[in-house]
């Protein structure tokens, strides 16, 4: 029934294109970004506990592959942009020998750097624009009056994409393998838990999810700075709307994306004092609601299903 | 000769980013956590008394003091208040409430001083100097590179020589075996935040006086720090100041050969350093 009823959403919402206006077809495509992109955080880090406070590079690398593909490869902009995706997963792949060195605070704080050095050799690159940015040359592909309604699709496919697959990994045996990790590492690895390609698998698909969220803003803006796509703000929110929704959860992302939008649309004409709302109102969430809103509805009704989702 | 002014300009910048690192690296070793809000705390400060000195109008001095006894009491509170209900075996908790907390620090300098480029006038000081063997150098760097020295010397005077600071290293190695001795842990972390804040701050200020600042210039501050403790090595404070003065020569280096790289090269130099030598230039083998 619960299921039906969900499926029954995602219709609903793939319809919204031929019934809202720009505006709201805007906005909704923003929100599904940040709740893809606070899902795609939150599988090494809620679940996991590999917790990254550089995803800002992710945006930014998929936004940038998106834009050089369809440029230099001569590809339809519509197939570059899963493409940028694993592109983005590929360089998360890279990285990883480095900074799987890293355990907690140090790899939060050393993802940070290196999405730093993306950025900074981005902006170097006269290839990719450097620190002006540049125009999406695949635009020409697609008729203007379908840019919206293709991003806002893509975004949606997008989100729905990475709940499904972190509902199914968490589900099985890998999700229990990961917790374990998470939970106790000698006592995982005792038991025949493999550390090192548990992580190594969430990290690059919440890489390659990022990109693919990253691609989809910069496709539906038609320009991309190194300012913009890099921006630190990135992970601002992601990680306030996934603490304030619930981490390891997976209604979380949604019910922070709803909380983080709410805070921004209605404190829209006071400049800065949402980002000041919503910090504080993360700290107050750490403070008395570790499990985030989604614990909330835990504590309201005790179904079964529930609590087989609490562990 | 070129090489050498390199190499003594990068030293003096690196003293003060040795000092941006000492007050990150002591919340590691006695809390285990990380303060992602250090660069806010260092930007605050800077803030406080460039407001103390143009709102007030009290001659420098006393805004650099007033300024660091606020960014005492703020790091003193917060970590009364906030941070200390939050420590335990898991550093993440700790670590998201400082990053939200870095996001309102920052937020509100906005709101406060506005996203313009401030600093402090230190007057004639920032510009006289002299020569050694053709060598320029300036007062108010040397003089920067000698408040980072004494304040080394004083906290290693500290956590070494004085009973206080045997309880806090003890804090550090077993906190559970403290406890039960009577000590309250949560009252010391509290005083070491203060301290690592007020640290923060006094590196801030010297910025502001040195070059300039904006709000959100704390982020740059954190990773700096970052790199001078991961650099030098964790485990003891002489590290911090070794891979200060090694992050401190790169940059130079790296500005005079390749201007518009920034802070590339001491990324760079990070990874490389986690590839080759991950305990870092002075730590031992430790788990991270």
Sequence with gaps: MMRVLLLAVVVLLAALPFIADRGTMFLAMEILVIVALSQAWNLPAGYGGLLSLGHHGFVGLGGYALYAISRDLGMHVLAAIPLSGVVTGLLALAITPVLFRLRAVYFAVGMWVVAEIIRILVMRSDWLGGASGMPLSGARDIPRAWMLPCAYWLALANAVGITVLVWGLIGSTFGLRLKALRDNEVAARSIGVTPHKVRLIVFVVSAVFTGIAGAVTYFSALFITPLGAFDIGWVVTIVFVTVIGGMGRLSGPFLGAAFYFLLREGLADYGNWYLIALGSAAVGVMFFLPGGVASLLDHISFSKNQKKEQL | ?288
């Excluded at chain 2, 250090?38 to 803030?47: K, L, Q, Y």
């Excluded at chain 2, 200390?84 to 907390?101: C, E, K």
């Excluded at chain 2, 935040?193 to 709000?215: E, F």
């Excluded at chain 2, 090269?265 to 031992?284: D, M, N």
Aim: hydrophobic residues 60%; proline residues 3%; glycine residues 12%.
């Design chain 2, 1 to 288: 000769m070129m090489t050498i002014e390199v190499l003594i300009s990068g030293l003096l910048l690196g003293g003060l980013y040795a000092l941006f690192g000492l007050g990150l690296s002591l919340i590691f070793g006695v809390m285990k956590i990380a303060n992602i809000a250090h660069g806010e705390f260092a930007i605050g400060g800077a803030f406080f008394a460039i407001a103390a000195g143009t709102f007030l109008g009290v001659p420098l001095w006393l805004a650099v003091a007033m300024a660091l006894i606020l960014s005492f009491a703020i790091g003193y509170g917060m970590q009364i208040l906030l941070i200390n209900r939050v420590l335990g075996d898991d550093p993440m908790p700790a670590l998201l409430m400082t990053f939200g907390l870095s996001i309102i620090i920052q937020n509100m300098l906005v709101e406060l001083f506005g996203a313009d480029n401030r600093s402090l006038d230190i007057g004639p000081l920032a510009t006289i100097g002299f020569k050694i063997y053709d060598i320029a150098i300036g007062v108010f760097p040397l003089l920067m590179f000698g408040v980072a020295i004494a304040l080394f010397a004083t906290l290693h005077w500290f956590l070494r020589h004085t009973r206080a600071g045997r309880n806090v290293r003890a804090t550090s190695d077993d906190p559970a075996m403290v406890c039960i001795m009577g000590l309250d842990r949560t009252r010391i972390f509290a005083l070491f935040m203060g301290v690592s804040a007020v640290l923060a701050a006094l590196a801030g200020i010297m910025l502001a006086m040195r070059g300039s600042i904006t709000p959100f210039s704390g982020a740059e501050r954190l990773l700096i720090a970052f790199e001078v403790i991961v650099i030098g090595g964790l485990g003891s404070i002489w590290g911090s100041l070794l891979g200060g003065l090694v992050l401190g020569v790169v940059h130079i280096l790296a500005l005079r050969i390749d201007p518009s790289s920034g802070p590339l090269y001491g990324h760079l130099l990070l990874l490389a350093i986690l590839l080759a030598r991950p305990e870092g230039l002075a730590g031992r083998m430790e788990h991270r």
